[in-house]
């Protein structure tokens, strides 16, 4: 089942509180719902979800500044200019690109277009 964007965003948050509540000794799952005012159900669930997130995930990614974007532009065009980027037939290996920049493939078509 797909869960929405605010969801999934709701429970993020969520869990990042409840390791911020962890961290400052706060564990019994009856004080964790109280405090966050959700079901002690909610909260076991979300003490089990804890258990295999890593760092990365409890923090949100924050935006690019205009210069890391002008930067990775940047890249972009001079990997267009390589032919290591490029299959057999001359098409552009967008994949390869879009995994190592770790950026989106949007953002690779809207080089190729001039913006």
Known sequence: MKISYHRRR????RRIAINKL??????NPKDLAKELKVTVPTIKRDLEALKTMSEEDLTFQKKQTSKEILDKKDIILKMLDNEEYYNVNGELN??????????SRTTVLSVLNGE
């Open 10 to 13: 709701k429970m993020k948050t």
């Open 22 to 27: 962890l961290l400052n000794g706060i564990d």
């Open 94 to 103: 967008m994949t390869k690109i879009t995994k190592e920049l770790k950026t």
